[in-house]
């Protein structure tokens, strides 16, 4: 069964400073990663999607790593900003039968302080 | 493209009471998701659709749920006899195989029984 780790559960960072979000999985039989950020008490926007086969996505001030041999994505905001401070959620999916069901990490809770 | 609809945004409830909600995917997206969130916790998986077809579902579906997709287009999920461990966040997402697997989400319905 598959498990999806972020660690930490929160963090919080001063303006400028570059963020590292972590998420291990515990399956590396995976089709696909997708970060996710989430306002509180609004659904899912996604950030960034990396097939099995990629190494890395990068949109903007965003990038996110996939090490599927060691189970291990990392995202990274560039110069964080006050409007940065959300829960980012990774998961991976694993394609199953037509579809591709998604297994979340538990997310990380960031505030970035101006 | 409008996006993900889901219809009501929030719903309280009195336990024992059925409910239902109803989810509008991206137009095109043949594939469609629900997943529960709770507080503080990552979204999990309950069931998916590949046009009208029900494909799989999650053991966290229990007899009181039921999901449909009648015309492969919108979805909805019931909850019958409600039970104040069923206040969650229910979400739910579509996704195509031109999107290679990225699933979007839409707001949520946000459900309290009391």
């Known amino acids: 069964k598959q498990e999806v780790t972020q660690i930490p559960a929160a963090l919080s960072v001063p303006e400028g400073e570059n963020l590292v979000l972590n998420c291990s999985f515990t399956?590396?039989?995976?089709?696909?990663l997708q970060w996710f950020r989430q306002d509180p008490g609004k659904g899912l926007t996604s950030l960034l999607l990396?097939?099995?086969?990629?190494r890395e996505q990068t949109s903007g001030r965003l990038n996110a790593s996939l090490d599927k041999s060691s189970g291990r994505s990392t995202l990274y905001i560039a110069a964080s900003q006050p409007g940065d401070s959300a829960t980012y959620l990774c998961a991976v999916g694993v394609v199953k039968a037509a579809g591709n069901k998604l297994t979340f990490g538990g997310g990380t809770r960031v505030l970035v302080k101006p | 493209d409008t996006g993900v609809s889901q219809d009501p945004r929030h719903k309280i409830t009195k336990r024992g009471q059925n409910v239902t909600f109803r989810c509008d995917p991206i137009?095109?997206?043949?594939?469609l998701y629900w997943y529960r969130q709770t507080l503080g916790q990552g979204p999990e998986f309950l069931t998916y659709?590949?046009?009208?077809?029900?494909?799989?579902k999650s053991r966290l579906l229990s007899d009181r749920f039921s999901a449909e997709r009648p015309k492969g287009s919108f979805s909805t999920l019931e909850i019958q006899r409600t039970e104040q461990g069923d206040s969650a966040m229910y979400l739910c997402?579509?996704?195509?195989?031109?999107?290679?697997?990225?699933?979007?989400f839409g707001p949520g319905t946000r459900l309290t029984v009391t």
């Open positions: 990396i097939q099995s086969s990629q």
């Open positions: 659709f590949q046009n009208e077809a029900q494909l799989e």
């Open positions: 399956d590396s039989a995976i089709y696909n």
């Open positions: 137009s095109e997206h043949n594939r």
């Open positions: 997402a579509s996704s195509s195989p031109e999107t290679r697997g990225e699933q979007y």
